[in-house]
């Protein structure tokens, strides 16, 4: 029997960035209960219209967030809008239960929207010049 792979329905490639990202809920369609205050989380990968970060928290699809994140590149946290796409219980290592969170990115301040952008093409570019010898 042919074992079937997932259809990849990303519009752009996901490049493994951790950093720090702080978020927030600020309206919810599906489950009451979700943190309204600032959690802190990480970042597991970045697009250039999307983020999956972990968190200790779970957060519903289609809620709505507002995301700090903290670049390198930038002496202040970009702050970010998206929606909850999905959410998926992990384990770590360590038998400590968190969730991978992924947002697809919405609205945001045009700076704040190009430094993004322009961070996630650098790290492209970077990954694609050691496979290219650019």
């Known amino acids: 029997m042919e074992e079937k792979k997932p259809v990849e329905r990303r519009k752009y490639i996901r490049l493994a960035i951790g950093t720090k990202v702080n978020f927030r809920v600020l309206k919810e369609k599906k489950k009451e209960g979700a943190p309204k ?14 983020i ?9 699809s289609g809620a709505e967030v507002e995301l700090e994140i903290f670049l390198p590149s930038e002496p202040e946290p970009l702050l970010l809008r998206g929606e909850i796409k999905w959410s998926q219980p992990v384990l770590t290592k360590e038998g400590k239960k968190m969730f991978d969170i992924g947002v697809q990115l919405s609205t945001f301040a045009k700076d704040d929207e ?6 996630v093409c ?13």
């Open 52 to 60: 999956c970060f972990r968190a200790d928290r779970d957060v519903a």
């Open 114 to 119: 190009n430094a993004y952008i322009r961070y």
């Open 37 to 50: 205050e600032n959690v802190s989380a990480l970042s597991r990968n970045m697009s250039v219209e999307g």
């Open 122 to 134: 650098e790290k492209m570019t970077e990954r694609l010049s050691r496979y290219l010898h650019l």
